[in-house]
């Protein structure tokens, strides 16, 4: 019965802001075990953003890095990617993705940067 649910996405101009939640239900581990990846339209899955350091310190792939910030709320089973100065680039489903094995994964979410 676990079950990764992301929201927040949506169509935005480039430069725009959106903020993404992930929550996660039926599990055991802590939020910060939940990474954020994405997929544009004909690319492989990539990564995006995760905690490292148990939840101490962050990493983010070069392309988002000083745009993007992962956060967490331990109490809510939540973590978020705060997405700023969007660009075209960005458009794709995002999903949260948990770092334990099995690993899970949620329905993904659409971000859609476009003038």
């Known amino acids: 019965q676990v079950q990764l649910v992301e929201s927040g996405g949506g169509l935005v101009q480039p430069g725009g802001s959106l903020r993404l939640s992930c929550t996660a239900s039926?599990?055991?581990?802590?939020?910060?075990?939940l990474n954020w990846y994405r997929q544009p339209p004909g690319k492989e899955r990539e990564f995006v953003a995760s905690?490292?350091?148990?939840?101490?310190?962050?990493r983010y792939a070069d392309s988002v890095k000083g745009r993007f910030t992962i956060s967490r709320d331990n109490v809510k089973n939540t973590v978020y990617l705060q997405m700023n100065n969007l660009k075209p680039e960005d458009t794709a489903v995002y999903y949260c993705?948990?770092?334990?094995?099995?690993?899970?994964w949620g329905q993904g979410t659409q971000v859609t940067v476009s003038s």
């Open positions: 039926g599990v055991t581990f802590s939020s910060y075990f």
């Open positions: 993705k948990s770092s334990t094995s099995p690993a899970f």
């Open positions: 905690f490292t350091n148990s939840g101490t310190s962050t």
